[in-house]
């Protein structure tokens, strides 16, 4: 784990945290269009996630089905704990919001409320 975080990641934590979907994924794509390294997949998972909740916002159940679906195939890869974030509670709480999404778009219901996850900071994780 990086002791210093990108300040932009970490506004784009609290974006998130905050409900701020759209505005994480603009957030996070500077970082993701500058990244050529390992976590290049990590930043365009968050931002697949990130647009995902945008659409369940929008009551697109299809657009977040698939968005969540890629993003979380790019994050799971990533160790529990990655770049100051608990991405394993994340991921699981992705997960279990895409099931039920997934049962209402089969069922032809609406777009049901979710309990969105946090980006959790890991602890001794810290700013720049």
């Not at 990244?35 to 945008?54: K, L, N, S």
Request: aromatic letters at 10%; one cysteine or more; proline letters at 4%.
């Amino acid at each position: 784990m990086e002791n210093d975080l990108d300040p932009r990641f970490l506004k784009g934590v609290d974006e998130f945290n905050h409900g701020l979907y759209f505005e994480c994924h603009e957030t996070l794509e500077e970082i993701w269009l500058e990244e050529r390294g390992e976590d290049r997949e990590f930043y365009q998972g968050i931002i697949q996630i990130a647009a995902g909740y945008f659409k369940w916002e929008q009551g697109v159940m299809r657009g977040a089905i698939k968005l969540w679906r890629t993003g979380l195939a790019k994050v799971e890869v990533y160790p529990a704990d990655h770049l100051g974030i608990e991405l394993a509670r994340f991921v699981d709480g992705v997960r279990k919001n895409l099931a039920e999404i997934e049962a209402a778009y089969r069922a032809g219901g609406d777009s049901p409320p979710l309990k969105v996850p946090v980006l959790r900071l890991a602890h001794g994780a810290r700013s720049g």
